[in-house]
């Protein structure tokens, strides 16, 4: 059987789901017609999608049509769940972009657009929602064409438009057809001249991939159906056009004609260029074919968590035969994974086989070592499939537990939610001691909260994550201290002399030991350095650590009885403290290197906005339509910057941003910031 790997993309709300929905219950894979609105589409089965009316996580719809197995790969169209669309993207041949007919080409679309651009990939268009209000085809059309490509071109055009929507005439046999059922219906007169326009259109752009075709219509001779066809089929593997097909997804309008196009136009795995993956035996790249009798070779693309079923791992398996109850060999990791059942996922439904051949997708439960983005394949041929490239997290909060027994579970449960989900990264900063949690924006951290309560029972919050201010000095200085206590029995007496410079940004701390003439002897100085490390921790400006700084030991004294570790150790910490005082202490802030992607049209809104945020920005390049700004900004500036540049780019921009270095804190910021810190303290 032929094998279809079709990804379904689209901005938020076009009708992605609808339209899978749709899809299914036409191939007769599912008897019941689900709805959105209602939680009942196959696609979105997670309480937290039913609950938002929205998809949150990629999901599995196989089928099968006129003896093609098709996997749907239905993915979320909302910019926080990008990762989901990557992995996607990364295991189909062929894609189809939903456009809605009343809302038109919008940011999401273009985003995906240029994602499928990227990886090359064949696709066809499907505006949906002809039935809903203000539905217009030919504005979309215009849009479809000025945004995303001239190559864009209708092979149906819509009888009627929002109520009076019926049907579609298609273009290449100039019939109409009304209804679910497609009914043959007589072409209406008012469009019978746009569509012998667009008719026109299309086969003058598609005899172009043939140099008999293009004889042929150049010398005025009629060109058959059929020929049509198989142009339309040459130029869309091609990427030379793009056809767009119209319906309603509600009303099953042109639904069989779009799972038709999908199955005739758009490539098999075997139409497909070959995938190049590294033989780790010899280190060499080499192009491996989608042949069933090859060794077996893989890729997870998606990897699922679940406290009762377990781990699911999604395989897209690229040649050879996989079979149940086998092992495999995890070329990443290195290691042997032991298969069980294999079966194919629609939606939630487990469907259980005993096989998967090339070309074709399914899931498999509980292994052990693998991970998204590693390959499988047989140990006498090691193989590695290049990864799935996830976006970087820009948006970060710190995680905090709501009790005890919840601290008790995080740790374990942080790193499974990030094994399901590659696009969030947690850490722990060692200088605040808060685990932070990054995605890529507040929503997609919001719903990764919901799924640790609703998975795994652990409640946590989400706040802003604290600035590692630091602390140093700007000018040196010398600080003594001498401890002496006398109580009952033994007393206690440690001198310490310390010097101190500031060093330049980065460097460090430094402690170096200058004692001459035995003035305190060997076995104290570790206890005064402990004393030196134990205090630069908490600075004296508002408790936060020191650095950039070199202490120098070089004199003190010591009481041949009452002189002990302890007494060294918390002379050395005072003395260090008062140096602290005394040389004319700062606070320092981390700055953050910016790298910011956005259109010509909101480039001044951006750098205003920088300007507001203490930035300097260091430069600026023009790139197609974009320009790409580099700046250095504060991190405490930064916290919600992600949602701010999507408000002012309408989700058009994007940024990547990492530490630069550490810089001093305006006067004015350090006061509020030490204000701050004593209110806390108090």
């Known amino acids: 059987m032929q094998t279809r790997n079709i990804v379904l993309l689209s ?35 997670d309480p937290v999608e039913v ?125 109409g057809y009304a209804s679910a059922a497609l009914q043959e219906v007589e072409l209406p007169s008012n469009l019978s001249e746009q569509a012998a326009f667009h008719r026109e259109k299309l086969v003058e752009a598609v005899v172009e991939i043939d140099d008999e075709l293009i004889s042929k219509y150049l010398e005025g001779e009629p060109i058959s159906n059929e020929e049509i066809f198989e142009a339309i089929k040459k130029s869309t593997i091609a990427g030379k056009l793009v056809p ?31 995938i190049v993956a590294t033989n780790l035996a010899t280190g060499d790249e080499e192009e491996v074919k989608p042949n069933a009798e090859s060794p077996f070779s893989s890729l997870i693309f998606k990897t699922s968590v679940d406290p009762y079923v377990g781990k699911l791992s999604y395989l897209r398996v690229y040649s050879g035969t996989i079979s149940s109850n086998s092992q495999i060999w995890n070329a990443n990791k290195k290691g042997v994974e032991r298969i069980g059942q294999l079966f194919t996922l629609r939606g939630k439904t487990q469907i259980p086989v005993s096989q998967l051949v090339a070309g074709d997708i399914g899931v498999v439960a509980r292994l052990n070592l693998s991970v998204t983005g590693d390959s499988l394949c047989t140990r006498e041929y090691p193989v590695i499939y290049d990864g799935i490239e996830f976006p970087q997290a820009v948006f970060s909060m710190a995680v905090q537990p709501q009790t005890r027994a919840d601290l008790d579970k995080m740790s374990t449960v942080l790193p499974r939610i990030c094994e399901e989900d590659p696009s969030i990264q ?49 000018v040196p200085t010398t600080a003594e201290h001498k401890h002496k206590k006398q109580t009952g029995g033994h007393g206690q007496y440690g001198h310490v002399l310390l010097k101190m410079e500031p060093l330049s940004r980065g460097s460090g701390f430094e402690f170096v030991e200058k004692i001459v003439g035995g ?14 490390n134990e205090a630069k921790r908490e600075g004296v400006l508002a408790g936060y650590p020191v650095v950039d700084i070199k202490v120098t030991f070089c004199d003190g004294s010591f009481h041949p009885v009452d002189s002990s570790d302890i007494a060294f150790k918390i002379a050395g910490a005072q003395a260090l403290k008062k140096g602290l005082t005394q040389g004319q202490p700062v606070l320092l802030e981390p700055v953050m290197s910016l790298t910011i992607t956005v259109p010509e049209t909101y480039t001044g809104d951006i750098i205003s906005d920088l300007n507001s945020k203490r930035a300097h920005v260091l430069g600026m390049t023009p790139e197609g339509s974009n320009n790409i700004i580099e700046a250095q900004a504060p991190y405490a500036e930064l916290l919600r910057y992600a949602i701010d540049v999507r408000s002012m780019t309408q989700g058009r921009g994007n940024f990547t941003m990492k530490l630069d270095h550490y810089a001093e804190v305006p006067p004015h910021v350090s006061q509020k910031v030490c204000a701050e810190a004593a209110k806390e303290t108090k």
């Not at 819509?158 to 109520?163: D, F, L, N, R, V």
């Not at 900063?429 to 029972?457: A, C, N, Q, W």
């Open 11 to 45: 901005h938020q709300g076009a009708g992605k789901t609808s339209l899978a929905e749709s899809m299914l219950f036409t191939s007769g894979a599912i008897e019941r017609l689900g709805n959105v609105d209602d939680g009942t589409t196959t696609s979105d089965h």
């Open 51 to 175: 609950q938002r009316h929205m998809s949150i996580n990629l999901s599995l719809l196989p089928q099968e049509w006129k003896g093609v197995k098709l996997n749907l790969i239905d993915t979320p169209g909302y910019a926080d769940f990008i990762g989901e669309v990557k992995s996607g993207l990364r295991v189909s041949e062929g894609a189809v972009i939903v456009v809605c007919a009343a809302s038109s080409v919008e940011v999401g679309t273009e985003q995906m657009w240029s994602d499928a651009e990227k990886m090359k990939l064949p696709r066809l268009i499907f505006v949906n929602k002809m039935d809903r209000d203000n539905a217009d085809f030919f504005h979309t059309l215009e849009e479809i064409q000025a945004k995303l490509s001239s190559r864009c071109l209708p092979v149906q055009l819509p009888i009627g438009s929002q109520a009076d929507f019926k049907g579609i005439i298609d273009l290449v046999t100039m019939k």
């Open 244 to 274: 767009i097909f119209v319906g309603s997804a509600l009303q099953s309008i042109g639904i069989q004609p779009l799972i038709d196009a999908i199955c005739y136009y758009l490539p098999s795995p075997e139409e497909k260029d070959a």
């Open 426 to 474: 947690i850490h722990r900063d060692p200088d605040t001691s808060e685990f932070i949690i990054s995605g890529m924006g507040d929503s997609h951290l919001e719903i990764v909260k919901e799924k640790i309560y609703r998975k795994f029972g652990v409640e946590v919050k989400l706040d802003s994550p604290e600035i590692p201010y630091k602390e140093t000095i700007t």
């Open 519 to 532: 003035a305190v002897p060997q076995n104290y100085i570790p206890s005064v350095q402990k004393g030196v």
